[in-house]
């Protein structure tokens, strides 16, 4: 699925309606088309309702969901269809109803898991359990929670 990022937008030279400044990746500026809508939030973070993705060359595959009200809240994260495909096939069926209330559609949506970056020599591990859907199409996003025992949110990334 294609998505809309900060990256590809900037070298686009569009009219830019958002500047924002990051720790990280230091002043931003971007369109609101590539502004994805929470309607919920994320859990932890229900203020916090509009997001963009963020591309860096330098930690491709990942890539960063930031926060623009707070652009200090951001998640490295990673297409889950990279390590689990088939979680991907199984959350239509799962999720229909959620996906429904909140207008989510799914053959325009590309799936995210949250990655915890450890500091010492243990792998990298991306949570399954809470996937983060996104509805290219819509500009709208949420984070289903699983009620499944069988994804993991620490699932090691090898």
Known sequence: MSYSTVERRVEEKAEVKYKIKTRQFGELEFDEDVVYHFPDGLPGFEELNN???IEDN???PLKWLL???DPDVGFPILEIIL???ELCKEIPSLFQVEMDKTKLDFSSSTVFGVI????DTEPATINLKAPIIIDNAAKLGRQLILNSDKYSTEHQIK
């Open 67 to 69: 926060s623009i009200e």
């Open 51 to 53: 997001f963009v993705i």
């Open 116 to 119: 915890t970056l450890h500091r």
């Open 83 to 85: 390590i689990m495909p």
């Open 58 to 60: 330098d930690t491709k």
